[in-house]
């Protein structure tokens, strides 16, 4: 069964910084691009960032360029979303998702359950 | 950067009527790169259509999505208890970043 784990997500000061992690199993994690998608209490849905299958293209929002970096290990089948900087804008249910193809410009079939990040004094 | 803009942002229908959800581009998309999800509270998001009109793995046939150009529609036939959720369009491809519209929530009348 395919499946993505979040983990890393809590309690962080503005200005802080806190690291995402989501392991993938059930499929061959290096062939596809992933993504950062996030969901602020109670509104919609933000794509946050994108990484190929290979890491050699990486994108991302607006709202965190400069302040996050994706990044992914495909030995160990992760996908990571270093966050510096943070502020309450950024509190939200972090979810990973898995891109169709291996570029990260395709739609997500496959999420997880998310984490929730909490930026708060 | 493509904004989408989704109505009705709440439609109120009964079991087994027909549900027709709107999407709307700011410019023209190529409609390999329009995709439908579905979320249940509490639950991540599932996708529900890709390349605009194409149901992906188990999706049942009462839903398809249509649309071309700036205008993308997803509907739902014959309602079912289950189907009563929040709907989110989204494009993909070009460049990032990647957006999706506000969502439609489909609520039970």
């Known amino acids: 069964e395919m499946q993505l784990v979040e983990s890393g997500g809590g309690l962080v000061q503005p200005g802080r910084s806190l690291r995402l992690s989501c392991e993938a199993s059930g499929f061959t994690f290096d062939d596809y691009g992933m993504h950062w998608v996030r969901q602020a209490p109670g509104k919609g849905l933000e794509w946050v960032s994108g990484?190929?299958?290979?890491?050699?293209?990486?994108g991302y929002a607006n709202s965190v360029r400069g302040r996050f970096t994706i990044s992914r290990d495909n030995a160990q089948k992760s996908l990571y979303l270093q966050m510096n900087r943070v502020t309450t804008e950024d509190t939200a249910l972090y979810y990973c998702t898995k891109d169709f193809g291996s570029s990260a410009d395709w739609y997500f079939d496959l999420w997880g359950r998310g984490t929730l990040v909490l930026v708060s004094s | 950067e493509f904004v989408l803009t989704q109505s009705p942002a709440t439609l109120s229908l009964s079991p087994g009527a027909r549900a027709t959800l709107s999407c709307r581009a700011s410019?023209?998309?190529?409609?390999?790169?329009l995709a439908w999800y579905q979320q249940k509270p509490g639950q991540a998001p599932r996708l529900l259509i890709y390349?605009?009109?194409y149901r992906a793995s188990g999706i049942p046939d009462r839903f398809s999505g249509s649309g071309s150009g700036t205008d993308f529609t997803l509907t739902i036939s014959g309602l079912e208890p289950a189907d009563f959720a929040v709907y989110y369009c989204?494009?993909?491809?070009?460049?990032?970043?990647?957006?999706f519209g506000q969502g439609t929530k489909l609520e039970i009348k």
């Open positions: 410019r023209s998309l190529d409609s390999t790169y």
């Open positions: 989204h494009q993909y491809g070009d460049s990032p970043p990647y957006t």
């Open positions: 390349r605009t009109s």
């Open positions: 990484i190929n299958w290979s890491s050699t293209s990486r």
